[in-house]
């Protein structure tokens, strides 16, 4: 199985920041990597796919780098609405698996 | 507009089967660009992939699931369902059921609202 290290599991910021999560894998799955944000009581919200592509609708705040096996996920100028928690999720062989979460809360 | 809504007993008994089905409206469950999969979240804890299925029958799953899992799909009803048998309170969780882009984007872009299921006797 492939192992998935997402970090920080939490992270303490405020609205206007840049921030950045990381998602490891523990060993090469290509760009096949996506990004989802999910607030209480809704579903996940895909925001990035293959690693780098913006989803339709989501902000151009939110952008998504890395390839093989270390991933990150920016927002460049954090808002409001983006306190939420965040997961990464990968694409292997038929699997899929998704990182622990990280849940970004206001300083 | 594609849609899909979970339904199923809101509470099971350990030891029992827990069955969901999701019914999706707005689009085909039998097209090839996509897989359908179901994905839950125990309270306090994080996402965690269970099953995928192609509109074929060929599925796809979780190999750290404790309990036993069958995922099936009914392309006549544009459904596709979710057991797990002998659960145990580990299980209760939101479950989701979702779109997977097994041709573009390789993520769940499309999700249900979530049906919470509590294992309690």
């Known amino acids: 199985d492939i192992q998935m290290t997402q970090s920080p599991s939490t992270l303490s910021a405020s609205v206007r920041d840049r921030i950045t999560i990381t998602c490891r894998a523990s060993?090469?799955?290509?760009?096949?990597l996506a990004w989802y944000q999910q607030k209480p009581g809704k579903a996940p919200k895909l925001l990035i796919y293959?690693?780098?592509s913006l989803e339709s609708g989501v902000p151009s705040r939110f952008s998504g780098s890395g390839s093989g096996t270390e991933f990150t996920l920016t927002i460049s100028s954090l808002q409001p609405d983006d306190f939420a928690t965040y997961y990464c999720q990968y694409y292997y062989n038929y699997l899929v698996a998704f990182g622990h979460g990280t849940k970004v809360e206001i300083k | 507009q594609l849609q899909l809504q979970e339904s199923g007993p809101g509470l099971v008994k350990p030891s029992e089967t827990l069955s969901l089905t999701c019914t999706v409206s707005g689009g085909s469950i039998s097209s090839s660009s996509f897989y359908w999969g179901w994905i839950r979240r125990p309270p306090g804890k994080g996402l965690e992939w269970i099953a995928n299925i192609y509109y074929s029958g060929s599925t796809s799953y979780n190999p750290s699931l404790k309990s036993p899992v069958t995922i099936s799909v009914d392309t006549s009803r544009n459904q596709f369902s979710l057991k797990l048998t002998s659960v145990t309170a580990a299980d209760t969780a939101v479950y989701y059921c979702?779109?997977?882009?097994?041709?573009?984007?390789?993520?769940?872009?499309?999700w249900g609202q979530g049906s919470l299921v509590t294992v309690s006797s």
């Open positions: 293959k690693a780098s």
């Open positions: 060993q090469s799955i290509s760009n096949w």
């Open positions: 979702a779109r997977f882009s097994r041709a573009y984007s390789y993520g769940f872009d499309y």
